[in-house]
């Protein structure tokens, strides 16, 4: 048995660096493009996010796009190979972390996360549920090298968990786990009471939390974006939060119906439960039940967004993996759990559509081909000084924009914010707000994509109108070029 997993292995390993080979090839695409322009426009125009950028992403993501797009320089090929460099970090630290339980279920787990991280294709790259994990793991790491937690570790956990959180607030969850297992050790190994032991655990823990948020605030501080930070959470993310994975707006009872339907569907991914359990049911540890409640604080992750993208179950697929991969530790059942994984795997590892696309000598089905066109056009016409008004999501007007190193004009990248909860205040003052900036700037272009792909936000006070912006266009603007999933205006 042990020489069908080192076959099982290899074959997996081999399907990943294939993988991995071939997405070199990727083009930047679906929220890659919008961050990758914003942080060009933080590089190139010295824009800072919230006061003159208006987006509703954490700082600590614009920081690691900022990061990503100063290294590859914002070449498709730099950011395949920044993307995959992270890939592989994150695969060797896995490794280390799970080696307490064998050399084989470490490699297991590394190469299963890899496999299904490559599944998700171009749109699944360099997400930030993927970006905040390389933490994530490093916690994990410190969290298993030993049964007590030092000053040092707690600290160092509260640092990474801080640094998680800046990217994504809810990562915070992972947290919890740490702490109540170490306060629980601290109860029974040191005969402390829970008082001393909660402060013994939470004080050092929350000094390293605090150290990244800290900055985080004190950075907007002094780049006065902190009130126009406060005010997009504050009175936007209430709005966007009631938006679901199916750009639905949804409120009330339906809401609780649809989060309960999607909580439970576990993205897909819940066919892993049956090796993650058997895992457990096979090492029963510590280590094990730590990793079994990191599993289910990321399970619970998705539902507080409430939107369930397959992104947002990254965190989650990669710790119920890491417990699937335990069922190769027990040598007394090595058959019947080897089995079991392998059924799984062959149910639930597949190569990517876009993989399967390039073996077929097919093209990559992406946006990236109206990027393309919208590109070349804007390349030919653009002179010195030119701005260019996106009115797009994700549809690729913007990763035209970042391709041409094309300059906004106004703050707002995105136009969905526009089209829906359009009776509320706040809406109605951004609306405003964007048609005075347009008039002021009077863009040289305004590149418009109506495709389903942009995407469109639906139900209770949504529209896909905007009087006043179809009024300034027809004023001032004419067509270019028309197409069935965009048109470019050129200003009169």
């Not at 089995?339 to 795997?345: C, D, K, N």
């Not at 936000?457 to 109108?465: A, I, K, L, W």
Request: hydrophobic residues 50%; aromatic residues 12%; contains cysteine.
């Amino acid at each position: 048995m042990n020489r069908l997993s080192k076959i099982l292995l290899a074959l997996l390993a081999a399907l990943l660096v294939t993988q991995a080979g071939f997405s070199l090839q990727w083009p930047i695409a679906h929220d890659e493009a919008p961050l990758f322009y914003e942080a060009f426009l933080m590089r190139a125009e010295g824009r800072v996010p919230y006061r003159d950028i208006f987006d509703f992403q954490m700082p600590g993501s614009f920081a690691a796009y900022y990061a990503l797009g100063r290294l590859s320089g914002f070449d498709d090929l730099c950011i395949r190979i920044l993307d995959l460099s992270i890939l592989a970090a994150l695969l060797l630290i896995t490794f280390f972390a799970m080696r307490r339980f064998g050399k084989t279920p470490a490699l297991a787990a590394a190469l299963l996360f890899g496999l299904k991280y490559l599944q998700g294709g171009p749109s699944m790259s360099l997400q930030r549920d993927y970006l905040l994990l390389i933490f994530l793991a490093l916690a994990l790491w410190i969290g298993m090298q030993a049964d007590d937690l030092t000053h040092k570790r707690r600290l160092s956990l509260g640092i990474l968990f801080g640094l998680a959180t800046v990217i994504k607030p809810h990562a915070a969850l992972g947290l919890l786990p740490f702490l109540l297992f170490d306060i629980s050790s601290l109860i029974q190994r040191r005969s402390m009471n829970l008082v001393n032991a909660a402060m013994h655990s939470l004080v050092p823990a929350s000094i390293g939390f605090v150290i990244p948020v800290g900055i985080m605030i004190a950075w907007l501080a002094a780049t006065n974006a902190l009130t126009p930070f406060l005010d997009i959470i504050v009175h936007y993310l209430p709005l966007y939060a009631q938006i679901n994975g199916q750009m639905e707006v949804t409120v009330g009872v339906g809401r609780m119906s649809f989060l309960l339907s999607q909580a439970v569907r576990l993205g897909g991914s819940g066919l892993w439960l049956i090796p993650a359990l058997l895992g457990v049911y096979l090492n029963q540890n510590k280590q094990t039940y730590l990793l079994a409640s990191l599993a289910l604080c990321y399970a619970i992750y998705p539902a507080i967004s409430g939107q369930f993208f397959p992104y947002h179950y990254i965190p989650f697929v990669y710790f119920i993996v890491l417990l699937a991969a335990l069922t190769l530790t027990s040598s007394s059942a090595m058959r019947f759990s080897f089995y079991v994984l392998l059924f799984v795997i062959l149910v639930n590892v597949r190569p990517s559509p876009t993989f399967i696309r390039q073996i077929e000598g097919k093209p990559i089905a992406t946006s990236t081909d109206r990027a393309g066109e919208i590109a070349l056009y804007l390349e030919k016409h653009l002179e010195e000084g030119d701005t260019v008004q996106p009115l797009d999501w994700t549809g690729g007007a913007l990763l035209a924009m970042l391709q041409t190193r094309a300059h906004i004009a106004t703050p707002y990248v995105f136009d969905f914010y526009f089209y829906h909860h359009v009776s509320d205040p706040y809406i109605q003052s951004i609306r405003a707000d964007f048609m005075a900036e347009l008039q002021e700037a009077r863009p040289r272009f305004i590149v418009e994509v109506t495709a389903i792909d942009k995407p469109w936000v639906t139900g209770p006070d949504t529209s896909r109108e905007f009087p006043e912006l179809k009024n300034f266009l027809n004023a001032n603007y004419s067509i270019e070029i028309q197409k069935n999933d965009y048109v470019i205006y050129e200003r009169k």
